[in-house]
């Protein structure tokens, strides 16, 4: 072996480094909209106890609100993409949630078994460096 593939096997480890970090940012991500998906369900199932015309705050962004009525209970505006929304049933909605949860859930035990093969490749490139090192460190002496 030689110093050319002591510097290859580096690269690639340096690029796989690269590529965690991308994944766990990607992770922290979908962590936090895991988090506002379980949150969203948790309004939905409260929406059954409030009745029509009750005073509520909405939300207009972060830490913004402005007071407002409730008038229909039964049906929600749900987004659908493309900045579209259209009327479900409380139920039709708690489904909805529930399927995008479940994706972000599957979606990031995907990427956690990936950043786990990553690290055990990086592992096993970090134990080739060494003793690559080493005997070209011996065979210098």
Same mark, same amino acid.
Do not use: C
């Given at each position: 072996?030689?110093?050319?593939?002591?510097?290859?096997?580096?690269?690639?480890?340096? *690029?796989?480094?690269? %590529?965690?970090?991308? +994944?766990?940012?990607?992770?922290?991500?979908?962590? /936090?909209? !895991?988090?506002?998906?379980?949150?969203?369900?948790?309004?939905?199932?409260?929406?059954?106890?409030?009745?029509?015309?009750?005073?509520?705050? *909405?939300?207009?962004? %972060?830490?913004?609100? +402005?007071?407002?009525?409730?008038?229909?209970?039964? /049906?929600? !505006?749900?987004?659908?993409?493309?900045?579209?929304?259209?009327?479900?049933?409380?139920?039709?909605?708690?489904?909805?949630?529930?399927?995008? *949860?479940?994706?972000?859930?599957?979606?990031?035990?995907?990427?956690?078994?990936?950043?786990?093969?990553?690290?055990?490749?990086?592992?096993?490139?970090?134990?080739?460096?060494?003793?690559?090192?080493?005997?070209?460190?011996?065979?210098?002496?």
């Amino acid at each position: 072996m030689s110093r050319e593939d002591i510097q290859r096997k580096y690269i690639e480890l340096k *690029i796989l480094e690269q %590529q965690t970090n991308q +994944v766990q940012q990607q992770l922290a991500m979908l962590d /936090n909209q !895991l988090s506002i998906l379980e949150r969203t369900k948790e309004s939905i199932d409260e929406i059954n106890s409030v009745k029509p015309g009750s005073q509520t705050f *909405i939300p207009l962004g %972060q830490g913004v609100f +402005v007071k407002g009525e409730i008038k229909d209970t039964k /049906n929600l !505006l749900v987004g659908v993409g493309a900045n579209i929304a259209v009327s479900k049933s409380v139920k039709e909605s708690k489904v909805i949630v529930d399927k995008q *949860i479940v994706e972000v859930s599957n979606l990031m035990k995907q990427m956690e078994d990936q950043l786990q093969q990553a690290t055990m490749h990086a592992s096993i490139l970090e134990r080739e460096i060494q003793e690559l090192a080493s005997k070209e460190e011996n065979n210098l002496s």
